[in-house]
């Protein structure tokens, strides 16, 4: 007998939420506030707005199936399971954060403030949650975007794969120091001393992978969120005689793979800005960074 289908519900502490915690009282975060000029009715309000928001897509949860919430904070100690579908309740950052941990399982993106947020992942109202759980898990399947994903795997095994983009470098963005080729041209391989490489997927072209291609004024054209191809940067490469900055960008495709070899004493790649749940790297360490496997299956 198969289990029924579990729905998943990713959500995040408010803003209120955390005052709270800070100050422990909803005067004193009141007080906190007004000393900066700010008010906490606002604050408030869109807390409660994002309570009722949720409770909404939990009641349109079938019957029938199993359901469970899982905080931002938790997700690198969850375990999802292959019957999941997971409801993703809250901004487009969150869509992002909670893919990382995920290996196929469909996606629905419930907009928890409209208005507020771009609404590039997270493309549906809490209306919309009982008809896109049963079309996720019905005989035909559902219709679904597959955004490519971005993986970075080092020498011990360690496996990191993001949605957005994945950094390396050095944990406070101090110059890093390695060498970095590709794999089909490792004779080329050149040392150098940097603020970190960035690899972006289609969907991370619109945040701070587009920020580096304007700076740059152009160059290899952005993917779209569903091609399998990534685009790479080297962040404000250090010319010396030790170091040079002959490769500081390029594109990626489903055979191609990005070497880095450590030669700093401490490195770390971590995907999508979640730097608490990092690769850790040190000296003669190797990590490859290409085009992932794993797709997001978000629901159209």
Known sequence: MSLAPRAVLVHRTTEYEELLARHGTHGQAEFFLSSRGRSIQEVA????????????VAAAVPLRWRQTRVE???????????????????????????????????????????????????????????????????PGGCTADELTMVEAVADDTQRLVALNEIYLGRPGHQ?????????????????????GV?????????????????????????????????????????????????????TLTDAQRLRLTVESDRLVAFGDGMESDALELTWGQTVRLGVSDTCLRLLV
């Open 198 to 250: 960035l690899v972006g997927t289609g969907t991370g072209a619109t945040g701070w992978l587009r920020s580096l291609w304007r700076e740059r004024g152009g160059g290899p054209p952005l993917p779209a969120p569903a091609e399998r191809r990534l685009i790479w940067y080297v962040r404000e490469a250090w010319p010396s005689p030790a170091t040079g900055t002959s490769l500081v960008e390029g």
């Open 175 to 195: 110059t890093s120091r390695y060498r970095l080729g590709t794999e089909a041209a490792p004779d080329l391989a050149e040392a150098q001393a940097s603020s």
């Open 45 to 56: 309000e869109r807390h409660h707005h994002t309570r009722r928001v949720l409770s909404e």
């Open 72 to 138: 931002r904070a938790d997700l690198d100690r969850f375990l999802f399971g292959p019957e999941d579908v997971v409801v993703v309740v809250g901004q487009d950052g969150l869509v992002a954060n909670t893919a990382k941990y995920l290996t196929g399982q469909p996606v629905v993106g419930i907009d928890s403030d409209p208005g507020r947020n771009p609404g590039v992942l997270v493309r549906h109202r809490a209306p919309d949650t009982g008809r896109l759980l049963q079309a996720a898990a019905g």
